[in-house]
């Protein structure tokens, strides 16, 4: 569909990077469906420069079938660069790095990292010119519109690293002020592909195949990034696949939807041993039943008393019995 630098992306729907979500297993999970590249979640420059354990996981995961980005945040470039040269010697899988300059949240924002970066465009460009440069490999860049309450910003950010060879950029059409509330303003970033001669991902409320189609068409993007849309709903993915390549669109019921929870479980307990990982997927189980009828007291249950993956299979069968009553 399109390249990042040399990478061959072969589907115009990507996974976007979330926090405390978007482990491996969810990343795997997720490939499964047909996303064209995944991405970590955010990993912070500053832990792996100081060594922390927990960062430096984030960053050491096996080859997919699909590339593999790690995203950075930070304020520098010359930490970012030192964190990216850390995590080349960390893992030999990685295929590209994505840099936050998008992050909303307060205790990022306040560092001078996510998207208050974007205050300062030529640092932006700066940053993107040395992870380059330093590690040869692709860099992309997620931004929203501005800073705070900024919804100008952007055009010159996307300006600025194009000029330091961004391979990739993917936008939120909303301020860091607006974080994930109202509509995304697709108004303000319409055409926008005519003055942007990298691959464009376009990324907010992706929640149905109608949102990609309508999203692109404003747009003219590349791609879409799928968030919270495909919490629960992978079958998003392949949709936006099947209509894009003139292929019919899958139906989900119940029966899929367990099997797709229980595979993702399985996958997270590989990852991270049964405690943990269901621990993990307390915040994850319940949005594969969104829509499902008397499902309320079985998404309450899958929040707060999954412990185990016997657990898990005991509250799906009483919910199934329920809903046969």
């Keep these: 569909m399109f390249k990042i630098g040399n990478l061959e992306i072969k589907s115009n729907v990507v996974l ?37 354990k927990e960062t430096k996981s984030y960053v050491t995961f096996e080859k997919l079938d699909v590339p593999t980005g790690v995203q950075l945040f930070g304020n520098s470039a010359e930490n970012l660069t030192k964190a990216a040269l850390i995590c080349e010697k960390l893992n030999e899988n990685i295929d590209f790095y994505d840099i936050n300059m998008g992050c909303p949240v307060p205790k990022v924002t306040k560092t001078g990292a996510g998207s208050s970066l974007m205050t300062n465009p030529k640092l932006c460009g700066d940053i993107v010119r040395a992870v380059k440069e330093a ?24 300006d600025e690293t194009i000029k330091a060879g961004v391979n990739l950029i993917a936008i939120h059409p909303r301020s860091a002020k607006e974080m994930y509330g109202g509509k995304p303003h697709w108004e303000l970033i319409e055409n926008l592909k005519d003055r942007v001669n990298v691959p464009l991902i376009i990324s907010g409320n992706i929640f149905t195949v109608e949102d990609a189609v309508e999203a692109l068409k404003i747009t003219g993007a ?10 629960g709903n992978p079958l998003l ?14 139906e989900s019921n119940l029966e899929k939807q367990i099997d797709y929870c229980l595979e993702l479980a399985r996958l997270l307990i590989e990852e991270k041993g049964e405690t943990i990982g269901m621990r993990v997927y307390r915040s ?14 079985l998404k309450c249950r899958l929040s707060t008393e999954l412990n185990s993956y016997n657990d898990l299979l005991r509250i799906i069968e009483d919910y199934k019995k329920e809903i046969l009553i």
């Design 16 to 52: 976007a990077p979330m926090a405390g979500i978007t482990s491996n297993a969810y990343r795997k999970f997720c490939a499964s469906f047909g996303v064209g590249y995944v991405v970590t979640e955010m990993v912070s420059d500053m832990g792996l420069i100081y060594g922390n």
């Design 135 to 158: 590690t040869h490999k692709p860099v992309t860049i997620k931004i929203r519109l501005g800073a705070g309450n900024s919804k100008d910003q952007f055009l010159d950010v996307i």
């Design 222 to 231: 590349d791609g879409v990034m799928v968030a919270r849309g495909g919490m």
């Design 237 to 250: 993915i392949t949709n936006i696949n099947n209509y894009f390549n003139n292929i019919e669109l899958i």
């Design 284 to 297: 994850i189980a319940s949005k594969f039943f969104d829509g499902f009828p008397k499902s309320k007291q």
